[in-house]
């Protein structure tokens, strides 16, 4: 259901459509509307964490700032307690804006949910209120009271948290940041933005450099991309709350791959590099904790898209992720040689890597192969050594199965030993045509590429 039409009860009839009204009112300026709004909603559902800072934003759009700060305040405690350490995070953030000796309460967040906290754990966090619970049919909005009564009425409501459930005993993790001790956790905290944006308005955009990580703290965000050759953008992915996004292009110094756009109102934490350098001296664990989160997620998503994995369900792909060895290399590093003997499978899991022989002195570049690209696999099947070389072009991350484990894979999965052996076949070919447009001698099959 759209938006309801201002002022009209009639096209009011959930919660959503309440909502929608008081933020239509609260993006036009008109304040006493839209505190009127939230205050009806904080009634009416309690657990609206979102009711409830909207009611702050309004209040301290009129200049109410003492009163805002209270509920700010006040929220930031409950949302973290509640298990919701970004919406927690998102007020003080706010808090820090209007009075920045705030640092205890940043510290307070980060002992609760870093690194060795005993309430860490397994959780069901607080529910969040629905949104299509119908409205009462006596629900007065077009006339909000005057604003010395509207004013002290709603700030009260919304600080008031006497009708809110006990809080869970444990809390669930936070991705990345609960991997940093507590000290570091304070000092990254320290260093984020927060990001307020409008449904329609661009996050970051295609083809930028990446300085900074993203993580959705509220709302949601949409990820397109557009295709090299032109067209319309391709819709990759919507992303929730407590999503990270951003982080490729800052950890593989490449410019950014797609461009995000607020679907709806979002606050987002931006983790910006150089402040992140400048305030941690620990920016090393922070790096690392990100290269891991990183790592693991190109992995989950290279065993969900890659060919070679698909005939495997989720079980099986978990278990054969396992048994990768990850190998970084820097850009030149020779990953095979010619001559060597075939020791495994190779996957490409960030970065790139071009195949290439020695023909007469000249160097001939055979094939180039980016993220979820496999090799090694001709030589393997065929029992040769390899007869050509396979450097990496970039910084990158392959990803390494030991020629028992591809055997076994291969023998036990005939999907999988049929996909090797077609891409073995397709690359014998483009091997003999890509040596033929040397004016070299041909090649006998003995002398093709095994890689």
């Known amino acids: 259901m759209g938006c309801p039409e201002p002022d009209s009860l009639r096209a009011m009839q959930t919660v959503h459509d309440l909502r929608a009204y008081a933020d239509e009112k609260l993006f036009a300026g008109e304040y006493p509307h839209a505190l009127h709004a939230y205050a009806l909603l904080v009634q009416l559902q309690p657990n609206a964490l979102d009711a409830r800072l909207r009611l702050a934003d309004t209040l301290l759009s009129m200049g109410e700032v003492q009163a805002a700060g209270l509920i700010y305040m006040k929220l930031a405690q ?27 309460h940043v510290e307070e967040l980060a002992k609760l949910y870093g690194k060795g906290s005993e309430r860490l754990g397994k959780s069901v966090r607080m529910s969040l209120a629905s949104t299509n619970i119908q409205l009462p049919g006596d629900l007065k909005l077009d006339t909000p009271p005057p ?22 005993q444990r809390v669930p993790p936070v991705a990345l940041f609960s991997e940093l001790p507590p000290e570091t956790f304070a000092k990254v905290l320290g260093a984020v933005k927060l990001l307020r944006k409008r449904p329609g308005e661009a996050v970051l955009t295609q083809g930028d450099a990446g300085t900074a990580f993203y993580v959705v703290a509220r709302g949601r965000v949409r990820v397109e991309r557009t295709p090299d050759e032109g067209g319309d953008p391709v819709v990759l992915a919507k992303l929730h709350g407590g999503a990270i996004f951003g982080e ?38 922070v790096a690392t904790a990100l ?83 496999v090799f090694g696999e001709i030589a393997l099947l065929h029992e040769e050594a390899a007869t050509a070389n396979v450097s990496a072009t970039k910084q990158s991350t392959v990803l390494f199965l030991a020629r028992e484990l591809f055997q076994k894979l291969v023998d036990a999965i005939e999907e999988i030993r049929e996909y090797v052996e077609n891409l073995g076949d397709e690359r014998l070919m483009d091997t003999r045509l890509s040596m033929e447009n040397t004016d070299a001698e041909v090649l006998s099959d003995d002398d093709l590429l095994f890689i």
């Not at 495997?312 to 820097?330: E, P, S, Y």
């Open 78 to 104: 409950h949302a973290a307690n509640a298990g919701y350490p970004l919406r927690a995070l998102v007020c003080l953030l706010i808090l820090r804006q209007l009075e920045p000796e705030l640092g205890k």
């Open 147 to 168: 604003l010395e009564e509207l004013l002290p009425a709603a700030a009260k409501i919304a600080a008031d948290l006497s009708k809110i459930a006990a809080y869970p």
């Open 248 to 285: 490729m292009a800052l950890v593989s110094a490449e410019p950014r791959s797609a461009t995000v756009i607020a679907e709806d109102d979002c606050d987002l934490l931006e983790f910006d590099k150089a402040a992140l350098a400048a305030a941690a001296s620990e920016v090393a664990t």
């Open 291 to 373: 290269d891991k989160f990183t790592r693991e997620r190109l992995l989950t998503n290279l065993l969900a898209t890659a060919p070679l994995f698909k005939p495997l369900d989720r079980t099986q792909r978990l278990d054969l992720a396992r048994r990768f060895k990850a190998l970084d290399v820097t850009p030149g590093t020779p990953i095979i040689r010619d001559g060597d003997p075939g020791k495994g499978l190779y996957v490409v899991l960030s970065g790139g890597v071009e195949v290439w022989k020695t023909d007469e002195g000249e160097k001939v570049m055979l094939a180039n192969l980016g993220p979820g690209q």
